[in-house]
Structures are given as C-alpha cells and as structure tokens.
C-alpha cells in the first residue's frame, strides 16, 4: 500500500465551479500536510501548509485536515482557468527531512 | 521566476554519455534536494544536503553521482544512463531546520536518455 493515494483524474470543471481534491494516507506518524499547484513546465509552488486537523482559509483556497480518518482536501472556490494545474499533496513526519507526495491530480477549468 | 535556477531545461543524452545538471538557489537556504519526476508517480526523493553534507540518500543508483559544493550550488553527475532513467529532475531547497516541509521547486530538467 502507498503511503499516500490521491486521484490523479483527470478532472475538469466550468469556470466558477467549485473544485474538490482528496488525498488519503496510512502512516499516522504524518504531522504538516502541504498541497503545491505544478503548471505546465514548471516546478510545483508551495500552495498552502497545515498542521492540525481543521480547515484553513487562504482567499479562495480551503485546506483541510481530518487526522482521524487520514484524510487531507483541498477547496477551490470559484474557479477559474488559471487554476488549470497539477496539484500535489504532500506531508512529512515531525522532525523528518523527506515529504511524502501523491501522484498529483490534474486539473482543467474550462472557461 | 523562482529563487531556484536549474540548467539546462532540455537535456538530450545517449546511455554511454557523461552529463551534469545544475542548481542554484538564491533564498538564503541551507539544505537542497535531487527529486525524480516521472508519468503518475510520485515525486521521489534522490538526495538530500543540509548544511552542505548528504543527509538522505534513497537507495538512488551510482550511476547519480550529487555534488554540494556550497550552500547555494547542487550539481547531478550522470553516467552510462537508462532509458528509465527519462524523466523531469527537480531541484529544491528549504531551511534546514524546521522548513524541511517548505520546498521551493526550479523548473526542473527534463531528461531523455536514448
């Protein structure tokens, strides 16, 4: 078993719509959960870092965090075509130097 | 343009060349790191430097040599590739302490072997 599985879609949207992605995991010992966004070409970018179980708020990006189901999401609400990206979890155990990454899903918002 | 440069983009190499990609980053950190990128798989961790000494090498084929001459330059040495070994190779660097979680990626190296 992986210890991270994230659908790698591909999943594509109408612009506005509100998008849902999904990570799952199997080691508990994971405490940061990170998603990067990974444009065409480029390296992925850092889009938001949690800790604790709970949602987090950045404009319109949620992240949340479900410790006791092993489950990570991220939000995106009003999409739009610049969201079109791969984007990739990743979490990392306290004091560890190695992130742990889902295969990434890809993204398309149609306009 | 990120604070991570890699060189070249493109690289084009037959199994029995010698080849070297780059790395620079200009964030001020002190640990960088050799990522493998292939077609629905994960990133997969190569190397690690922190504070300039390989801290994490995962069972990577000799046939990758790193280098970390200074806390801002990463090199990857390659030889006698694969053709499996195409794939994009990614540079990354993070604080060494209490940023490991916080990579910023380049671009990447986007490497056929023939």
């Known amino acids: 078993q992986k210890e991270v599985e994230q659908d790698p879609g591909p999943l594509s949207v109408p612009e506005g719509a509100i998008v849902s992605l999904n990570c799952t995991y199997s080691?508990?010992?994971?405490?940061?959960f990170m998603w990067y966004r990974q444009y065409s070409r480029k390296g992925p970018e850092l889009l938001m870092y949690t800790y604790s179980s709970g949602n987090k708020e950045d404009g319109r990006f949620t992240a949340q965090v479900d410790k006791s189901s092993k489950y990570i999401s991220l939000f995106i609400r009003d999409s739009q075509p610049s969201d079109s990206a791969t984007y990739l979890c990743?979490?990392?155990?306290?004091?560890?130097?190695?992130?742990?990454f889902g295969t990434g899903t890809r993204l398309t918002v149609i306009p | 343009e990120t604070g991570v440069t890699q060189t070249p983009r493109h690289l084009v190499m037959g199994m029995t060349n010698k080849k070297s990609l780059k790395c620079e980053q200009h964030l001020g950190h002190n640990a960088m790191y050799w990522y493998k990128q292939s077609a629905k798989k994960p990133l997969e961790l190569m190397f690690v430097?922190?504070?300039?000494?390989?801290?994490e090498n995962n069972s990577v084929p000799s046939r990758f040599s790193p280098e970390c001459p200074n806390s801002s330059h990463l090199f990857l040495h390659l030889h006698t590739l694969q053709p499996e070994d195409s794939a994009l190779y990614l540079c990354?660097?993070?604080?060494?302490?209490?940023?490991?979680?916080?990579?910023?990626f380049g671009s990447g190296t986007q490497l056929s072997v023939l």
């Open positions: 990743a979490m990392i155990k306290t004091g560890a130097n190695n992130l742990f």
């Open positions: 990354a660097s993070s604080q060494a302490t209490g940023g490991s979680e916080k990579l910023f």
């Open positions: 430097y922190s504070l300039e000494e390989r801290v």
């Open positions: 080691n508990s010992a994971f405490q940061y």
